[in-house]
């Protein structure tokens, strides 16, 4: 089954509020919208990101405008005022989350 990275077909955005963190998920063609609301599901994001992500991802489908939200709580180790992490609000983690993998689009039709 060939694979592709999130990376190579989107691009994505980390904003964060207390230890939530905020990831968007943005294709470069609309017409990979559809692809990737039925690949990057929250369960396989949770699963992507399980040594970073402790609490439940939530996505928000954003059809007008081709994008997705997907909000992660107990991400950021406490949060900003409280965490000693290097990256205390998460900026970085657009890019961890652009590494998942999914199926290729013509894989699913």
């Not at 699963?47 to 997705?68: C, E, M, Q, S």
């Not at 992490?85 to 900026?91: M, S, V």
Request: aromatic share 6%; glycine share 6%; net charge negative.
């Amino acid at each position: 089954m060939t694979k592709v990275k999130l990376i190579d077909i989107a691009h994505s955005r980390a904003g964060d509020k207390g230890n939530i963190l905020n990831l968007s998920l943005i294709p470069y063609n609309e017409e990979h919208y559809q692809w990737l609301a039925d690949e990057v599901t929250p369960e396989k994001v949770t699963h992507h990101l399980r040594n970073i992500v402790h609490g439940k991802v939530t996505r928000y489908d954003l059809p007008n405008i081709k994008a997705f939200n997907f909000v992660c709580e107990e991400s950021l180790l406490g949060g900003v005022t409280t965490s000693l992490a290097i990256d205390t609000h998460g900026k970085s983690l657009s890019a961890a989350f652009l590494e998942m993998e999914i199926d290729s689009i013509s894989e699913n039709g």
